[in-house]
C-alpha cells in the first residue's frame, strides 16, 4: 500500500477534458466546440510574436508593466491594480489559492465554468453548486446558500455554455448581500462579446470584495498563448501578486498580449462581425424548431427535444465534418454548445440542423 497520497479533494476532482480538434477520417474538420476566434489573432499581434523570437534567452520582467499599462489604457483602469496570468484560468487559481482552504465553501452555479468546481477541490475547499433560475445566474439562490464559511462565488458573466448576462443591478445586488468574508469573482471570458457590458468595472471600483477577470483567449484570439487578466482593488491583488510565480509569462505572452490589446481596430472588427453572425445563427437554429436563448458571448446554446436529439444532431454535424461541444457535463444532456464561426460556417452548421430537423 502506497503512503503517499494527495491531499484532501483532489481524488474528488474530475479530469477537465477538452474535445478533440479534428474528426477522424474527415479531410477537413470545422471546430465550433471550443469558442475560439475563427479570426484568429491581430496581424500586429502575431508581428509582436515573430519579434519576440530575439528576446527567448532573457528572463520576462516580473511585473508585467507594459502589458498591464497597455489594459488600463483601453479600459481606463489604474494599471496597479492589473494583474496577469496564464489564461484567466490562472487568475481564477491565485484568488482560489490565496482566499479558500479546507473547511471553506465555493460557490459555483449549475451550468458555471468547469473550473470552479476544479479549483476549490484543489485547495481543500468544499465546492457547493447553487442552481440556476431558467438558465440565467440566481442570485437570490446563491445568497440563500452562502454560510459563513463562503469565501468565494464564482459566476461567469456572460455564462458559458448558456450565453445569458446578468445585468449589473444584480451582479451589485449579489456583491452587497455576500457574508463579509466572501469575494465574488466576475469572470468576463466572453464580455468583449457583451454589447455595453464592461465586465463589472464599476463594481470593482465601489466594493473591495470583488475582482473581475478577462482573457485574451476568445476575442482576441490568443486562446492557444494563454494569457489572462483580473482587476480589483489594491489590497487584493496585493495579496495575489505574493503567491503568483514572478515569471509567471514568457516574453512571448507578454509582448503578443500588449500589441493585441493596442490593436482595438482589430477587436471591434472581430466583436461587430461576431454579432453579426450570431444574430444570423441564432435566428437560423430556431427557425428549424431548436430552442436558443439570445447570447452575449461567442457562441449559441441550442436546446433539443431530448438528449437522444441532441446526440443524433451532434452526429450528423460530425458526419459533415463539424464538431460542437456536448454539454451534459454542465447541466444540458439535450444540449450543443456551438461556437459562431465566420459566416460560411454558421450557414453550415444551419444548413446540417435544417436537413437534421427535417425543415431544409
Ligand atoms: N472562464 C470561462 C467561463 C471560460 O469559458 C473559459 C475558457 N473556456 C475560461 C474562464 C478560461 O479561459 P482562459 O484560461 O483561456 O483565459
Known sequence: MTKITPQPGIMEIALYKSGEAVIAGKSETLKLSANESPYGASDKAKAAFARSAATLHRYPGTDHADLRAAIAEVHGLDPARVICGVGSDEVLQF?????????????????????????AHAVGATPVCVAERDRVVDVDAILSACTARTRIVFIANPGNPTGTILPEAELARLAEGLPESAILVLDGAYTEFADGYDGGVALVEARENVIMTRT???????????????????????????????FNLSPTQLATAEA?????????????????????????????????????ANFVLARFGSEDEAAACDAALRADGIIVRR?????????????????????????VIGLFKGVR
Open 216 to 246: 485574451f483567449s476568445k476575442a482576441y484570439g490568443l486562446g492557444g498563448l494563454r494569457i489572462g487578466w483580473g482587476y480589483a482593488q489594491g489590497a487584493m491583488i496585493e495579496v495575489l501578486n505574493r503567491i503568483r510565480q514572478p
Open 327 to 351: 454539454v451534459g457535463g454542465y447541466g444540458f444532456p439535450n444540449g450543443l454548445r456551438i461556437t459562431v464561426g465566420e459566416e460560411s460556417a454558421c450557414r453550415r452548421v444551419a444548413h
Open 260 to 296: 493585441a490589446m493596442r490593436d482595438q481596430e482589430w477587436l471591434t472588427k472581430v466583436v461587430s462581425d461576431t454579432a453579426r453572425n450570431r444574430a444570423w445563427l441564432t435566428e437560423a437554429l430556431r427557425e428549424t424548431g431548436v430552442e436558443v436563448d439570445e447570447s452575449h
Open 95 to 119: 484568488v482560489a489559492q490565496a482566499y479558500a482552504g479546507a473547511g471553506d465553501e465555493v460557490i459555483h452555479t449549475e451550468h458555471g465554468f468547469a473550473m470552479y468546481p476544479i479549483l
